[in-house]
């Protein structure tokens, strides 16, 4: 059975840094795409970010709102996948969720659609205080 575990949402104060991690379980992930998403109370669950596997190397995108500030990253060898998030605002406050897909995603048309993955985490809480 197929799992992703997300850790390390926490309480922050504004400026602050976390890192999220999801770790698979029951089946190997190295060549999935791994994005996050996020959902705040009230709205749709949103994009985050991706980052995709090809034999070149990984691609990595980003929603504007955390460009420049998130860093998707992946170990194909912890079959863990990471969320290095910096320079957080209030607005950044929701739950975050891993998701995989088993083959590759082109365009956000794909990559950035709930739809488009196979497996899902739990989700994390991530609090931004001001």
């Not at 997300?6 to 922050?12: I, P």
């Not at 739809?115 to 001001?130: E, K, M, P």
Request: some cysteine.
């Amino acid at each position: 059975q197929v799992r992703l575990a997300e850790s390390g949402g926490g309480l922050v104060q504004a400026g602050g840094s976390l890192r999220l991690s999801c770790t698979a379980s029951g089946r190997t992930f190295s060549r999935h795409t791994w994005a996050w998403f996020r959902q705040a109370p009230g709205k749709e669950r949103e994009f985050v970010a991706v980052i995709t596997f090809s034999w070149s190397g990984d691609t990595a995108y980003y929603a504007d709102s955390v460009k420049g500030r998130f860093t998707i990253s992946r170990d194909s060898a912890k079959n863990t996948v990471y969320l290095q998030m910096n320079s957080l605002k209030p607005e950044d406050t929701a739950v975050y969720y891993c998701a995989a897909r088993q083959n590759y995603c082109s365009g956000s048309g794909c990559y950035a659609a709930v739809t488009s993955y196979d497996y899902w985490g739990q989700g994390t809480q991530v609090t931004v205080s001001s």
